[in-house]
């Protein structure tokens, strides 16, 4: 059974910085688009930030406007896990955030087929 589970959140102040987890079991997910996403109350869902192998070992990654310079997104050695780096925290960074695994890299939520349950990160001013 594939399964992605997330964990680092927590709360913190603005300014602070997270580290989010990302372990994937199940099948091998290193050719895979590894991404995290997240939700806000009373929003949709949105695309944070990915990462895609492209060769050997060269990964292409991105990131939405509002997180480039403060967020990083990566993966161990042995592709089981995804990170993502949280600097700089903004109260608007609040949100549930979501791992998520799909065969193609994408900014939006059908480009995924798994993902995980969701941990919360709370910024307070």
């Known amino acids: 059974q594939i399964q992605l589970v997330e964990s680092g959140g927590g709360l913190v102040q603005a300014g602070g910085s997270l580290r989010l987890s990302c372990a994937a079991s199940?099948?091998?997910?290193?050719?895979?688009?590894m991404a995290w996403f997240r939700q806000a109350p009373g929003k949709q869902r949105q695309f944070v930030a990915a990462?895609?192998?492209?060769?050997?070992?060269?990964?292409?990654?991105d990131y939405t406007d509002s997180v480039r310079g403060r967020f990083t997104i990566s993966r161990d050695i042995a592709k089981t896990t995804v990170y993502l780096q949280m600097n700089n925290l903004k109260p608007e960074d609040t949100a549930v955030y979501y791992c998520?695994?799909?065969?193609?890299?994408?900014?939006?939520?059908?480009?995924?087929?798994?993902w995980g349950q969701g941990t919360q990160v709370t910024v307070s001013s």
């Open positions: 998520a695994a799909g065969p193609m890299f994408g900014y939006f939520d059908p480009s995924y087929q798994y």
């Open positions: 199940g099948r091998t997910f290193t050719s895979y688009a």
């Open positions: 990462t895609t192998w492209i060769r050997a070992n060269t990964y292409y990654a």
